[in-house]
């Protein structure tokens, strides 16, 4: 998810989370309306002002019985943002791939990535070591495939993967330069990303972690031969505390042919805020866009003791061992439900009848 920067003229509600994109019968909503007191403003009825620039109406589904809201949701329109100080405009919503592969088939993968972009997401993030069990690099031979069914998904995709790890095949011997961001290994990570990913460009090239070992001068003397090369269009970083974006972005400044960090990706959401300590002021000074990776918290954020009790699928790894914790159980209870108390008040207020 996008947080900031908010450029919009007119931003509206801020989306808080993936809403699956759901279809109504516009004449049967506004029926309804008029039987329970009247037809919905023009707000209610699009979700938006005409002035707002989004992607789709926002209207509520309704049951077949015409008295129930379906599955008691509605569809959110796409925000979209300019990405920090650049003028390439993402969608608030990004798409993150890191299952793809080790846990969702090929097929499915594709299946959500054209689910994704029908509901105007445009957004999609990888990172070259993605694969795990599947192999590294496998999940960006997925997108690749995705891309290569043509139809403008490349074209309407903005795309961000990450170098970092080491990408020598699993149960091979160390050998140096094949992790870390020396020049030699960003160049040659790009050049097996381009590869995996069947396309000419990487719109958005991500350091995935601090490399201590790696000075910045040289980091950006081999963005700038590969941003003239057409190979990426802007660099990023992903977990990087904040002195670590200032003196990245100072050395740019001072090199002058370099634009320097567009983007940070970090860990951020109500469960875990560190990032508001300097992360998000430091992008705010250098006009570095902030994407928040984990925006439910590996799921914990996402109803899982509602669903454990309805039978539903148990989070997994991090998430698992939080819940075994009476703890951690008792606040996640606690956050459920209250988050359910509130938007079930605020569907009572917008839809009367809800």
Same mark, same amino acid.
Not at 144 to 165: D, S
Not at 328 to 350: H, I, K, L, P
């Given at each position: ?11 509206g ?5 993936p ?11 506004? =029926?309804?309306?008029a @039987?329970?007191?009247?037809l919905?403003t023009?707000?209610?009825?699009f979700?938006?002002s005409?002035?707002d ?10 049951? *077949? ?15 979209? =943002? ?9 969608? @608030? ?15 499915d ?9 029908e #509901? ?11 694969g ?6 496998? =999940?960006?031979e ?11 998904r490349?074209?309407k995709?903005?795309l ?21 961001l ?6 040659r990570a790009?050049? #097996? ?9 990487i ?11 790696t ?19 802007? *660099? ?9 974006i200032?003196? *990245?972005?100072e ?19 109500? #469960?875990?805020?560190?990032a ?23 799921g ?14 148990? =989070? ?18 606690a ?12 569907? @009572? ?6």
């Amino acid at each position: 998810m996008v947080l900031w920067p908010n450029r919009s003229a007119d931003p509206g509600p801020v989306s808080r989370g993936p809403v699956p994109r759901i279809d109504c019968d516009l004449e049967r909503h506004h =029926t309804l309306c008029a @039987r329970r007191g009247g037809l919905p403003t023009e707000r209610q009825r699009f979700g938006h002002s005409r002035r707002d620039r989004r992607c789709s109406a926002a209207i509520p589904a309704w049951s *077949a019985s015409g008295t129930e809201p379906l599955l008691r949701r509605w569809l959110i329109t796409m925000e979209y =943002t300019q990405l920090g100080r650049t003028g390439l405009k993402v969608s @608030r919503l990004v798409l993150g791939t890191m299952n793809f592969g080790p846990q969702t088939e090929e097929a499915d993968s594709h299946a959500i990535m054209d689910a994704a972009l029908e #509901a105007g997401v445009n957004f999609v993030d990888t990172a070259n070591v993605y694969g795990q069990s599947a192999g590294k690099g496998r =999940t960006e031979e997925i997108l690749g495939a995705w891309f290569a069914q043509g139809g403008g998904r490349r074209e309407k995709t903005v795309l961000a993967t990450r170098v970092y790890g080491d990408m020598l095949p699993d149960g091979s011997p160390e050998w140096p330069n094949y992790g870390r961001l020396s020049a030699l290994n960003i160049r040659r990570a790009v050049d #097996a990303s381009l590869q995996r990913l069947r396309t000419d460009h990487i719109d958005i090239h991500q350091f995935h972690h601090v490399d201590r070992l790696t000075p910045f001068d040289e980091i950006w003397q081999v963005v700038d031969v590969l941003v003239q090369q057409g190979k990426i269009l802007y *660099a990023g970083s992903s977990n990087f505390p904040g002195y670590k974006i200032a003196q *990245a972005n100072e050395v740019a400044a001072r090199r002058g042919s370099t634009f320097g960090l567009v983007s940070e990706q970090c860990l951020y959401n109500l #469960a875990e805020r560190r990032a508001e300590m300097d992360v998000i002021p430091a992008a705010q000074e250098y006009g570095v866009g902030v994407i928040a990776w984990s925006p439910l918290y590996g799921g914990m954020l996402g109803g899982v003791l509602k669903k454990e009790h309805k039978g539903g699928r148990r =989070t997994g790894g991090h998430g698992a061992r939080l819940l075994n914790d009476p703890a951690v159980r008792g606040r996640v209870q606690a956050y459920e439900d209250c988050s359910t108390s509130t938007v079930s008040s605020r569907a @009572r207020r917008r839809w009367p009848g809800c």
